[in-house]
């Protein structure tokens, strides 16, 4: 049988806010366990929480950049259940109205477009840390990340591979970046993605029964753990069994997934609205000017660099996916406004290549979009030929001379022979020391042609305008 | 001195007839000498008090002295201050010290009052007679046998007693009202919203409120300008001007709309408490108030609706005591749900214990639209009733308790009798509207009977003036029991 898979994602994107959601103590990461919490973070009895303004900006910024309606009011809700590292014994999230509702956000799998649609995205409060490993018969409690502003954004089950499922959750990682709500430090945990993944026989329009995979910090995870997991239940399926919805763990070291928890043993939540918050307005005037604030999103890039500088699909998705590169796209572009296609080369090439190597990102580079403009312009009038412009750049990445791009090339005198009289007189040379190979071309042997062309360069020390021998040679040749 | 009114003891101290230090130390002593009858403190600390009030001699020496500088104040347990046991009247906080203050409590010692001691109250202020208190039940000093009312039971007790001169309360259901009501003293709970709940103990969220217990609309007014006020760290806090509750005080009440409910002279009433009900409110018109019939046809679900509610956000809010990070937890243990359960069940009193679990009932899936929607919805109705009512008065009168204090004992093992305490109080509180009780005689067995006042939205001024006028006229609260 033919099985499809269904996907639905589930994201935890930590906002870039100073301080908590409920209370002014610091998020910034990695501080000593318990030195950022104040009398609201630890739970005391008689503290009260505060909504922190900034995340609920962010959440707007969100749902304004995928489309979404920005419901007002909404309502915050406590979600009860008992953990040491939850301190209140309930999380106040966002449950029957969320701060965002819908929206859609568009993928690009190879040359292929495709929209996911968001459920909602609602702001919730980020749970403690559970440290068992370093107290003997006793666990450690850690609440610098109780509290930590959460926008969680969930996708309708949209997506049918696990290739599609990365495309989304870096699109989706790119977006809050580009627009500032999110840093997108995976490492840190900054965003986090849970995978709803079912499979079906297809062609069937009902949905199979799902499994929740929970807390993947990395792309390659997610890809592995639903390739893993619809494995998983298409054999259960064709074995004759069924599926449990239940929670379940990506075991990276194993590359398998675990049951976590069944549907049965989940908790009744006891979701109400939450009395200490009173429900959330937002001014249209606000939203407005949240509107305004917005940089130009990577969509509306994507579709300017196809329309309007003819860029293929591809080319335009690999620019847009971080806001710096498709700014240092645009700066170069601005310099060779012509150049669209040998800009975007470049970029996704050369820098792209040497800023993975490096490890380094786009924001660090070490060649400016100018310099690289006088670079590629000396390529463009003829000056270097692009082998020779690979040599010029390596140099200016090495900071030679200043990274000039002039100066390296008469440095290493790379400069192309673009003169016809020299050309010709090349080509001339090398044509009466070849007489055997003018006759087998003449004589109807092409490729005693590309010999000659050799010969030429040979003769140039490979220097020689490449197009310019090839038709000076023609010209001799057919004379 | 202990009979004086908030006034003559602030004129006191300002004349220098008298140092807020020996002020503290006399009500020290009297507390010292009469607690063990009443239990109206559970703490008392000389020395935090005595250094309040070296710092309010000084501020009355410099010049910097407001009215209520150096006077000492009783604070229910149920305000966290700063260096005090704050119990909550649990064993659950019974070794919580509180590491910070309530924003009631900073804004006392802003002016330099002194915090007396901690008062007595239902646990979690769950309770309409004070039985409920893991530190004992509080005596009614009218007589020892019957109960204070609840939960503000300890501040009450110490007011009747003269073992502080006013005390703070709070009000979720008739917590403030029913014991003043009950013991003879004036009490009353503001607007929803005018007093933070920054650091007062929740039990249910949109309904405590906090406000002051005193001997006179005049003392009530002068406590309710310190406690009330904008604070950034209660979402709920309303922001409005200052107000200066004792400006209306001397205004006389004719053309006054009286509302009474036709709901509340129905039934249910005991007779002794209809006949100073009815004498008070002959006084009323006597000071030139005229009497409207106003109806407020779904008060009667205001019980049902309040234990539907009250619970289900207590259930939520006390989930916090789960003793780990402070409070009681169990001495053994085997995993971590077993030290949630034992902390819990020996933490907690059967009447915590009974809410939570009607609370986590009615929030539970396949309930929640069946109580707690449903009850929200209603609560909109029982507030709607009043909006309409207001159309045709004032303000409105009756009883604020359908008898009067009862003997300790004799309810405490029927919760919905007890629950019935607070018939005629539930229903303002749900509608967020400040609610007021002050002493209008005695009933059976000599026992207090207080008059109910609600008013409108942010009319406490108003309020206050109704019930100063009458305490011009009558005597009932300068009463003592002792």
Redesign the interface.
Same mark, same amino acid.
């Given at each position: 049988m033919q099985w499809e898979i269904v996907i639905g994602i589930e994201t935890h994107a930590q906002l870039t806010t100073q301080s908590k959601i409920f209370s002014g103590s610091s998020i910034a990461y990695g501080a000593m366990p318990n030195t950022q919490t104040n009398?609201v973070d630890?739970?005391?009895?008689?503290?009260? $929480?505060?909504?922190n303004q900034g995340a609920v900006e962010r959440a707007v910024k969100l749902g304004l950049a995928v489309g979404a309606k920005i419901n007002s009011p909404s309502i915050f809700a406590?979600k009860?259940y008992?953990y $040491?590292d939850l301190?209140?014994?309930?999380q106040i999230s966002q449950y029957e109205l969320p701060i965002v509702e819908g929206g859609s956000i568009k993928i690009q799998i190879g040359e292929t477009e495709k929209t996911v649609h968001l459920t909602r995205a609602h702001l919730e409060e980020d749970a403690g840390k559970s440290l068992h490993e370093d107290f003997q018969g006793m666990s450690g409690?850690d609440l610098n990340r109780a509290g930590t502003p959460l926008l969680e954004i969930v996708t309708e089950p949209d997506m049918r591979s696990s290739a599609e499922a990365v495309a989304y959750a870096k699109t989706l990682h790119s977006l809050v970046c580009w627009i500032g709500i999110c840093d997108g430090n995976m490492q840190e945990g900054s965003f986090r993605c849970d995978a709803n993944v079912s499979v079906r026989p297809k062609g069937s329009e009902t949905l199979g029964t799902r499994c929740e995979i929970k807390n993947l910090n990395s792309f390659r995870f997610l890809e592995k753990a639903i390739d893993f997991e619809a494995r998983r239940q298409i054999e259960v399926l064709e074995d004759g069994g069924s599926i449990r919805q239940e929670t379940r763990l990506y075991d990276a070291n194993k590359d398998e997934t675990r049951t976590m928890r069944s549907k049965e043993d989940a908790n009744?939540y006891?979701?109400?609205p939450d $009395?200490?918050?009173?429900p959330l307005e937002i001014a249209d005037s606000w939203i407005d000017q949240l509107k305004d604030s917005l940089p130009e999103l990577p969509e509306a890039r994507r579709a300017r660099y196809i329309t309007d500088l003819g860029l293929s699909a591809y080319d335009a998705a690999v620019l847009t996916s971080a806001r710096e590169i498709a700014d240092y796209f645009e700066n170069l572009l601005e310099l060779l406004p012509d150049q669209a296609k040998l800009c975007a080369n470049w970029v996704m090439g050369e820098i792209s290549g040497r800023l993975n190597k490096e490890a380094i990102e786009i924001t660090a580079c070490p060649i400016t979009p100018a310099q690289l403009a006088a670079l590629l312009s000396r390529i463009n009038d003829g000056t270097i030929s692009g082998k020779a412009a690979k040599t010029v750049f390596e140099s200016m990445w090495q900071g030679e001379l200043e990274r000039n791009a002039d100066a390296i090339i008469d440095a290493k005198g790379l400069k192309q022979i673009s003169d016809d009289g020299a050309i010709e007189q090349l080509v001339d040379e090398v044509l009466a020391a070849n007489a055997q190979q003018v006759a087998d071309y003449r004589s109807g042997k092409e490729k005693a042609f590309n010999s000659l062309v050799g010969q030429v360069m040979k003769a140039a020390k490979g220097k020689a305008n490449p197009a310019q021998v090839n038709a000076m040679l023609k010209k001799k040749l057919s004379a | 001195m202990f009979n004086a009114s908030l006034k003559q003891l602030s004129t006191q101290l300002a004349e220098k007839k008298i140092s807020s230090v020996e002020l503290t130390k006399a009500f020290l002593q009297r507390i010292e000498a009469r607690n063990t009858e009443y239990n109206a403190f559970i703490t008392v600390n000389e020395e935090l008090s005595l250094a309040q009030a070296q710092v309010a001699d000084q501020m009355i020496a410099a010049g910097q002295a407001s009215q209520l500088t150096g006077i000492p104040i009783a604070q229910k347990d149920i @305000?966290?201050a700063k260096g005090w046991l704050?119990t909550?009247g649990s064993k659950m906080?019974s070794n @919580?010290v509180?590491?910070?203050d309530?924003n009631v409590i900073e804004r006392f010692n802003q002016i330099g009052a002194v915090n007396i001691g901690k008062t007595n109250m239902d646990e979690f202020a769950m309770g309409s007679s004070n039985e409920t208190s893991y530190y004992g039940p509080v005596r009614n000093p009218w007589d020892v046998e019957a109960v204070p009312g609840g939960s503000s039971g300890g501040s009450a007790s110490a007011v009747a007693a003269r073992l502080a001169p006013a005390a703070t309360g709070t009000d979720t259901g008739g917590s403030i009202r029913q014991p003043a009501a009950l013991c003879g003293i004036s009490g009353i709970k503001p607007t929803y919203g005018l007093v933070s709940?920054?650091?007062?103990?929740?039990f249910? %969220?949109?309904l405590d409120q906090g406000g002051p217990m005193a001997k006179s609309a005049e003392d009530l007014a002068l406590m309710l300008g310190v406690m009330t006020g904008f604070d950034?760290?209660?979402?709920?806090s309303l922001q409005r001007e200052t107000e200066d509750y004792t400006r209306d005080l001397e205004k006389p009440l004719s053309g006054l709309r009286i509302g009474l409910p036709k709901e509340y002279f129905a039934k249910g009433m005991s007779k002794d408490v209809e006949c100073a009900v009815e004498q008070a409110l002959d006084e009323y018109r006597k000071l030139g108030a005229e009497m409207v019939e106003v109806s407020l046809p779904n008060s009667q679900l205001s019980i049902p609706v309040y234990y539907v509610l009250a619970p289900?956000?207590a259930? %939520?809010n006390?989930?916090? @005591?789960?003793g780990?990070?402070?409070g009681h937890r169990a001495k053994s243990y085997g995993d971590?749900n077993d030290m949630?359960r034992k902390s819990r069940a020996e933490g907690f009193g059967a009447e915590v214990k009974r809410r939570i679990l009607i609370g986590?009932y009615v929030?539970?899936?396949g309930y929640?639209d069946a109580y707690?929607i449903k009850a929200q919805k209603v609560r909109r109705l029982i507030t709607q009733d009043f909006v309409d009512a207001f159309k045709q008065c004032d303000i409105m009168m009756g009883p604020t308790s359908p008898t009067v204090a009862f003997n300790i004992g004799e309810k405490s093992s029927d919760p919905i009798q007890m629950y019935l305490s607070d018939i005629y109080t539930s229903a303002a509180s749900l509608a967020g509207l400040p609610g007021m009780s002050i002493p209008i005689g005695f009933g059976d067995k000599n026992r207090p009977v207080g008059l109910h006042i609600i008013g409108n939205y942010f009319t406490e001024a108003k309020m206050l003036n109704v019930a100063h006028q009458y305490q011009l006229v009558t005597d009932w609260h300068q009463r003592s029991p002792v």
């Open positions: 009398a630890l739970a005391l009895p008689g503290v009260l $929480p505060v909504l406590r009860n008992f $040491p301190p209140k014994g309930y409690i009744d006891r979701y109400f $009395p200490d918050l009173l | @305000f966290c704050t909550c906080l @919580f509180s590491p910070y309530a709940r920054y650091g007062m103990i929740a249910a %969220s949109s950034a760290r209660d979402s709920t289900a956000e259930s %939520s006390l989930s916090r @005591f789960d780990v990070r402070y971590l949630y986590t929030l539970s899936h929640y707690y």
